[in-house]
């Protein structure tokens, strides 16, 4: 610890991860994110298999230092050991997770571990990654389901252009909630292509729908007009629900894809 800014720390954690270094901002600093945890008591858990109310114990703190903006979020060690508690015993279906809480647990088990090493490898262990894209994966796609609702409900009053738009969110909540299926949480936005391009071929049955071309063509629009509108709407939605169907049910993947491929 002898290079975090003492500023950063009123007490002494009992875990400290670092999350990103040296990313540079828009005055050309050095950026490096901390997770702090302490052993503070946590706040009461319900039963053994409710999730825990992951919040931080203060604002976060930054520090400028060596040309650096030093960040540090401040947690409850406890909090996160009874997250992955009920991570590891409770099925994907049983709670929902938010997807705050999933990008929290999964920068947690990918930082570096400054302070409490044994700590950290021990609560990885633990915690189930797959089992959290999971989780992350039905949260998002509870998500798209919403706003594909939303979009129907908008294009039966006759609202083609406010439907389309709602398409084109409800495509992003989808792609976001099969990358998540396949491993890839999205904290960025304009990352989406470059992942679905980078699903090997194979590995995610229904990315030959939600593909790059399809995913990109309707961000964009290009095949969208006025008189057209309603059809076009209507076939965004369509893949959408396929790929909501699929991740609800991996068995039927494939035969969900032929399907829908067919009706193209």
């Known amino acids: 610890m002898a290079d975090v800014p003492e500023a950063l720390l009123e007490r002494r954690p009992s875990v400290l991860l670092l999350v990103d270094e040296d990313h540079r901002d828009l005055l050309d600093h050095g950026s490096v994110s901390l997770l ?20 931080s114990i203060t604002a976060a703190t930054q520090h400028y230092c060596d040309g650096h903006r030093w960040t540090c979020e401040h947690w409850r060690r406890g909090d996160l050991e009874a997250a992955a508690g009920v991570l590891e015993q409770v099925a994907a279906d049983d709670w929902r997770i938010s997807i705050a809480d999933v990008h929290l647990l999964e920068r947690v088990y990918r930082a570096t571990p400054i302070l409490g090493r044994t700590w950290h490898q021990s609560w ?26 939303v979009a129907t409900v908008l294009l039966t009053r006759g609202d083609v252009a406010a439907a389309a738009i709602a398409a084109r969110v409800a495509s992003e909540h989808v792609v976001d909630a099969l990358l998540a299926g396949a491993g890839r949480l999205m904290t960025e936005p304009h990352g989406r292509c470059r992942a ?3 699903i090997p071929a194979g590995g995610l049955p229904v990315a030959r729908l939600v593909d790059v071309d399809w995913f990109w063509d309707v961000q964009r629009m290009t095949s969208y007009t006025e008189a057209d ?11 959408c629900l396929t790929a909501l169907a699929a991740i609800e049910s991996a068995e039927i993947v494939s035969d969900l894809c032929e399907l829908a491929e067919g009706k193209r």
């Open 229 to 239: 509108g309603p059809s076009w709407v209507e076939a965004v939605l369509g893949t």
């Open 36 to 55: 702090a945890m302490y052993d503070v008591r946590s706040e009461m858990i319900d039963a053994p298999t409710d999730f825990p109310v992951l919040r």
């Open 196 to 198: 679905l391009r980078e």
């Open 124 to 149: 990885c262990r633990q915690l189930a990654l797959s089992c959290l894209h999971a989780h992350a994966a039905r949260a998002l796609a509870r998500k798209a389901a919403h706003v594909v609702e």
